[in-house]
């Protein structure tokens, strides 16, 4: 509900029709490839990269990537830009409150560690 009200046109609509032709090792991830298809995106983010085969993406110009890959690659294009909203971030918090550093820990600990360290560089 919040996504929705924050991102225009974040919802994905139309894409169902594609499900049934796709190939995926868990048939019910199905939806996400299609979704995407849907939309032009260039890259599927999740950390469940074996339901999600590049052989299988290819044919439809998608690719997978981690979130600690995605994120990683988002801070090598403009590392200001990102440790700025990191910032940001930091500030918001209040249930706990957090400052950069316990953010970035934080972050480190559900897997972003590569992301984390160029933060932190």
Do not use: C
């Not at 590049?54 to 994120?71: H, P």
């Amino acid at each position: 509900m919040l996504m929705n009200a924050a991102i225009r046109d974040v919802l994905v609509t139309g894409y169902e029709p594609l499900i049934d032709v796709l190939e995926l090792p868990d048939p019910g991830d199905r939806h996400v490839l299609a979704a995407a298809i849907k939309v032009g995106a260039q890259t599927i983010v999740t950390n469940n990269l074996k339901d999600f085969p590049a052989g299988r993406l290819r044919a439809w110009d998608v690719e997978a990537s981690s979130a600690d890959d995605f994120l990683h690659a988002t801070v090598d294009l403009n590392p200001k830009v990102v440790f700025s909203l990191v910032q940001k971030i930091a500030d918001s918090l209040n249930k706990p409150p957090m400052d950069v550093d316990q953010l970035l820990t934080a972050l480190g600990n559900e897997g972003l560690v590569a992301t984390v360290a160029a933060l932190r560089s």
